[in-house]
């Protein structure tokens, strides 16, 4: 059980880790330990939001349902759920609030259908004493009210959506008080979506019905894990970012959160990035979720077919996103600007596609799945291109906002591309030149520990020209079968990129931007809690099993009280910075810990998929 804490601001701001996150897997919202709902984009995960004032206390519009002048709170789930219980006291009573965004009565979350109720539910329930209760429903803009039997209907005009409020006791929309004393409640159902046969009668009922979707979903998950709670919320937290009508699951459910307070490295996060389908997927088969595992492989090879050159990100439905534009009406998280919805990203070189694209097919073919002749063509020709793409520049797996490099990371991700197609080829016996492919992957690789190894600095370094900067990325090289992690090379890499890119307690910096420019002016950032947990796989592969553990451990001491971590962490502070939370360190936390047990067990670890390999 979380501890009762008071609440912090910061120029009236809540910490970003101060938060929670509730959904439906077609839409989210942010809770804070205030209970205010301070982000919330629905019915899609990258639709405009109607509430955003953790991107501005004042202009972004938010949901107040809490007592005045509260003194602690805590937050919890229900166990294995999605849903979220805030209890505050104040000086006179405490309140228990329950949020959920409801499920469809029998929904399966296992299964690609429609789950979502297009629902939000709040419960304000006194458990003791008396307290005033603040209720206020602002969406971002205004919205037009109307009333209309028992709801009142707000036209977002902004957001293109009409939101239906009801509640009991009956509320107005906004700069509503009540007084409540203990066993009373306030109960509000916001619809987004129009009534149907799958509608369910009451608050109580909706929540039950959502309560036992979750937990029959969560009976699927592994638990023989070090930090098995950590590990099952992160499963849970990667479901709640999967829009699970079709497997696309977005990097984070907010945008423009800073990686440096008081910067502008402040980006769209809420769309699908191709790098991470391959990680993503090989971390869900392991924790016992094949279904989603296999649903975001179809999801991504499906958007990266969609043109001819592969693009970086895609939206859920495998668009491309909106262009990147900068919104000057909103102040930024703490006075961080610019605010930004879509990302620049999608039209940037990035090499390393190739191999995330071939890695997917792979995974897919190992499990059983085919690959008919047409995909096996494109598949084919992405390989060839790889073949001859790493000799040029791109921007990169940090997607530096500059002209590029020749990126080891790419370049790796290349050899994986055609290492990956050789393979395919061999194993299903299509047609191709599998023993070229293969020559080229192992030119690439000797080329790797040639060109990227810096013999000064005992370590490969960012880029296949000379030079002696450190990028943390190299440690994904083993989990892509380019180096052996137990490789001379890879162990003293490891070593330096510790010690060079180290911040302290575990935690790693990506890369230093007044060493290696990204295009941002060498504004800083906080540690990348991804590349730790790439560390503890490094470690692991080694057979440094304890040290290892050491180090899983002390990033698991990183999550916030509700299990959930972000992008990336202030070394100096502890707090959170970047969109929260983020899918791929929670992604990591769960690779690690399968691999971890394994290796505890007197297995091996298996970094990465070792279908076909042996």
Known sequence: ???????????????????????????????????????????????????????????????????????????????????LVTELRTGTGAVEVTDAFLLRPGARLEEDEPAAAGELVRRARVTHGEVILDFAVEPRGGARVRHRGEEWLLDCGRQGVTLRLSSSPPVTPQNRTLRLRAGQELAVRLRWDAPSVHSCPSVDAGLQATLQAWRRWASFLVDDLPQPGLARRSALTLKLLDHVENGAIIAAPTSSLPEHIGGTRNWDYRYSWIRDAAYTVFALRRIGLPSEAGSFLDWALTAARHNHQPHVLYDVDGNIPPP?????????????????????AVEQTQHDVYGEILDCAFQRAATGETIDETLWQWLAGLADRAAHAWRTPDHGIWEVRTSGRPFTYSAAMC?????????????????????????????????????????????LTEDLEEGSTLDASLLALPLRRVVPADHPKMVSTCRAVTEQLGAGKGLLYRYLPERSP????????GAFLLCSFWLVDNLTGQGHIERAGELFEDLCAHTNHLGLLPEQIDPSDGTFLGNFPQAISHVGLISSAVALARATRGMHPDLSTGAWFT
């Open 518 to 525: 990204d295009g941002l002016d060498h504004q800083p950032e």
């Open 324 to 344: 990147e534009s900068v919104d000057e009406g909103l102040e930024g998280y703490r006075g961080s600007a610019p605010v930004r919805w879509g990302n620049a």
């Open 415 to 459: 050899q994986v591309a055609l290492d990956r197609a050789a393979r395919l080829a061999r194993r299903l016996k299509l047609p191709g030149d599998a023993d070229r492919w293969a020559r080229q992957a192992d030119h690439l690789t000797e080329r790797i520990l040639d060109h990227a190894w810096n013999d000064r600095v005992r370590s």
């Open 1 to 83: 059980m979380a501890l009762w804490q008071p609440l912090t601001r910061r120029e009236g701001y809540l910490p970003i880790e101060d938060h929670g996150l509730i959904g439906d897997g077609r839409g989210c919202a942010l809770v804070g330990r205030d209970a205010e709902i301070r982000f919330m984009c629905v019915p899609r995960f990258d639709r405009d939001p109607v509430f955003c004032s953790l991107l501005d206390r004042r202009h972004g519009g938010g949901f107040r349902l809490s007592p005045r002048n509260v003194r602690q709170s805590r937050q919890r789930y229900v166990d294995d759920t999605a849903v």
